[in-house]
Structure formats: C-alpha cells, structure tokens
C-alpha cells in the first residue's frame, strides 16, 4: 500500500475548549453480585478463588490469564454464574459476540434464574447486535430483581435514546449522575450522556462526555466510535486521531485491541493505508482472538488487491465468528482472485446455507466451482452461471471455463454461445480462440478450426497446446 499519509497536527485544544486526556486504567473488581448459592466441587481461600484471580488478571488486561481463571471456577462448580459473567465479559472484548450470548445465558441459568447483572450484561450486548426488543426484556428482568442495578438502567437509557425519547432517556441515565470512576460504571454515564447530548443538539457536551468515556474505558469500541462521528461531524478525523495516538503515549498506558482496531479505523478514512494496516497488525498481535481486528486488517488487504494476505485474515476471523455473511462473501472473493477456488467454493457454500436465495452467494459459488475438480460442484456452478443474471461482473475465463464444461457435455452450440459472450468482455483472451478450435474439431470442421488455432498462436505463441491443436487442425484440413 503506497501513499503520503498527511500530517497531524497536535492536539492541543478542540473548538469547544481544552480537553485533558485522562486514562483511566480498566477496573473490574467492582463486580459485586447477589449472592447464589452453589455446591462447588473444590474448597477455595480468599487468596486462590479463581473468581476473584480471574476479576484481579482482568484489572491488568491479562485475558488469557483471567479467561483460564474463570473456566477453572467453572470446571469445579464454583460461582459457575460468576465465572460465565466473565468469560462473557471476555468475549465482548474479544469481539466474539456470538460467544458471549451464550455464556451470559448460563450464567443466568447458573444463577437459577436470578441473576440480574447477567440480565443486564446480556441486555446490553442484545443491544449492540441490535435485537432491542429481547434487549428490553433482559432490562426489565434485571430491574424486577433489583430495581436500583445501574447496568440495567443504562440499557432502558440506551433504548430511549435510539427511539429520540430524550426526556424518559435522561431520566434513566439520572440514576448514574452520582458514578464515579470505572468500578462505578462512569463511563457509561458519560457516554450515554454524550448521546443524550448529540441527540438534543449540545455537540460540545457531547465531545467532552465522550472523550472522558473513551478514556475511562478505551477498551470499548464503542466510545471511541463516538468521538469519532463527532469529530467527523466537523470534518475533522484528524483530531480523533490525535485524541487516540495521546492517549497511547501516556506513561503506563496499555494498548487494547480495541483501541488499536478503532484507530487503525480512523487512519483508513484519512487514507492514511499504511498505518491503518500497521495498527490493525498491532491490534492482532495484542489479542489474536480479536475478531473485529481481523475483519477489518482482511477489508484493508482487499482494498489493496493483496487478495493472499486478505483471505488469511479472514479465514482466521471465521474461526471466531463462523456465521458473517459479508466476510464469508469476501473470503470467497478473495480466495477466486488467487485461484483458490476450492476453498472459496467452501467459503460460498457456507455463505448459501446461511441464506440460500443470496445472489451474491450463489456467484461467489458459480465462477469458484466452475473450476472445481468435484463433478457434481462443477454441473451445479454451471448451472447457476446460465441462471443468475447476465449484468454480474463475470470475467471472460470464467465463461471459457463455462463452454469447457459445456464442451464436454457435448452442447456445442451453447459453448459456442458462451465463448461469444466471454469475446465480447475480452477480445484478447487467448483461451477463446482456443476453445472455439477444440469445437469446431469435433464438430468436423477443420478448416475453421484452422483458423481458430492460428489465432491462439497470435494470441499466445509459447503454448505448446496452441502449436499441437493446430497441427492437428491443418492435418484433418488435409
């Protein structure tokens, strides 16, 4: 990726005043639940419950540590609801929503049902994968158990602002105005606030409630987003990079994933490719279970027709989230335009099973498996070739590879048609004149074969195949 990516210039001050950037290292060790009662397998002290370890390694950022913590206390049934709660909270930072649902749910379940934080956790990642309306339930079932959990509040907050009910939104968020600091649940508070803010037309409260929630908690992406689309409000990226690169230049500051990933975002929209791809690299390395990094890093390679190291990324991000539909589209993309038409017959298939009538899913099938080696892939490809549409962007080969296979079968007159569309999209294409000879062959008409093969020499003098067939032609010519 080449290009002179512009300068910044420091950011010492927004439109609306001076900023501080204060970060605040992430706490969690303020998860104090209901008490549930469990029979647990293994006797633990204060100083080894994995619990409590797990919660002290996500206080220094160590996930690996903290996720192998929670899953010892659930392998021995100890505070299993606990522990669920934080390998869901894991998993949200890792970008693995699917994963985190799940886990949220057994907690509740661990919970015997009552469990509200659990409620609310997953109310909120309902929430961001936009089901609000089971988001809604979760909230009040957390409330109904205990009506003063902040979580659950923030989450009514948050489904008031999306439907523009600014005064019933403000009244939700009043109960966090006291918050203070990332134990407490601030940075919430101040990002909805800054919604809350945006929402009603007061953009300099805004950008000061967001940049104090990003830099509560910048392992959120969410609260970086935010900052951005105000910043961008202003036509003014650039300031949403500084409030970024300043932060992770504090002494003792520890780079997140996230954080990196909502960078590296930023650097693309300023065109700035190289250091996008260099802070999505670093965003991999600091969490390689990070999947959103990953989706973007494979966006950023295919952008740059690097389709190799596109397809790499996103095959690692499918191990994480098996069902995305776009990547799966992409990959299968990707993996045609290096000519790894098998595992993008892979990757489309997937995408059909998800959705069955997408047209994009059936291309993406059709021009890999008409290169297949399977019989059965390659009539089913050809089939959907002649089917779906004529305006995609087919390419000249895949319709060579088209009358091949129609060849073979035997339907001349189809192939010839086929080779005929595949001239009109590459004039120059040397397997068509080719192809066309092979027909003419077998349908006894050498002369004309003659001169199709002559004109794949033209087009290709150093194959032998062009050469051979056209001896062969001259020969049956007589």
């Given at each position: 990726m080449t290009g002179q990516p512009p300068r910044l210039r420091p950011l010492s001050e927004s439109r609306y005043g001076i900023l501080p950037v204060v970060v605040v290292l992430l706490v969690l060790a303020s998860w104090i639940f209901p008490a549930v009662s469990s029979a647990a397998d293994k006797s633990y002290t204060i100083d080894t419950d994995p619990v409590r370890l797990g919660v002290k390694a996500m206080e220094k950022g160590n996930i690996v540590e903290a996720k192998a913590r929670f899953e010892e206390a659930v392998a021995n049934n100890h505070e299993v609801h606990r522990a669920m709660f934080g390998l869901a909270?894991?998993?949200?930072?890792?970008?693995?929503?699917?994963?985190?649902?799940a886990n949220y749910r057994k907690s509740i379940a661990a919970g015997g049902g009552n469990f509200p934080m659990g409620n609310a956790g997953l109310g909120l990642l309902l929430l961001r994968l936009g089901r609000d309306q089971e988001a809604a339930q979760e909230f009040d079932l957390a409330l109904d158990a205990d009506s003063s959990l902040w979580r659950a509040h923030y989450g009514k907050a948050r489904l008031f602002l999306a439907d523009e009910k600014w005064r019933q939104?403000?009244?939700e968020l009043d109960h966090g105005q006291d918050l203070r600091g990332l134990a407490k649940g601030e940075e919430k508070y101040q990002y909805g606030m800054a919604l809350y803010m945006l929402g009603t037309g007061d953009v300099p409260g805004a950008e000061k409630s967001a940049l104090l929630a990003m830099?509560?908690?910048?392992t959120d992406p969410d609260y970086?987003?935010?900052?951005?689309?105000?910043?961008?409000m202003d036509d003014n990226i650039t300031l949403a990079i500084n409030a970024y690169e300043q932060a992770l230049a504090m002494p003792g500051m520890t780079p997140t994933a996230p954080m990196l990933k909502n960078l590296g975002t930023l650097y693309r929209k300023e065109k700035r490719f190289n250091e996008a791809r260099d802070s999505l690299m670093r965003a991999v390395s600091v969490d390689s279970t990070f999947a959103p990094a990953l989706k973007d890093l494979g966006d950023l390679y295919r952008l740059a027709n690097q389709h190799d190291k596109a397809a790499r990324a996103y095959l690692r991000y499918i191990l994480l989230e098996r069902d995305d539909l776009e990547v799966l589209l992409d990959l299968a993309d990707s993996c045609y335009e290096i000519r790894r038409y098998a595992q993008g017959v892979e990757a489309a298939k997937t995408a059909r099973k998800l959705e069955p009538d997408n047209q994009a899913a059936q291309f993406n099938f059709a021009r890999s498996g008409i290169y297949s080696r399977d019989p059965a892939t390659k009539t089913e490809a050809a089939g959907l070739m002649t089917e779906l549409p004529r305006d995609l962007p087919r390419r000249a080969n895949d319709l060579v590879a088209l009358a091949s296979w129609q060849t073979s079968r035997k339907n001349y007159a189809t192939a010839l048609k086929s080779l005929d569309r595949a001239g009109r999209l590459d004039p120059g294409q040397p397997n068509i004149p080719f192809q066309r000879g092979?027909?003419?062959?077998?349908?006894?008409?050498?002369?004309?074969?003659v001169v199709d093969f002559r004109r794949a020499v033209e087009l290709k003098p150093a194959s032998p195949a062009n050469h051979t067939n056209l001896g062969i032609a001259y020969y049956q010519a007589g």
């Open positions: 909270e894991i998993a949200i930072r890792q970008g693995q929503y699917t994963d985190a649902e939104a403000k009244k830099h509560l908690d910048p970086g987003t935010l900052v951005a689309r105000i910043y961008e092979i027909i003419n062959l077998r349908l006894s008409k050498p002369d004309q074969a």
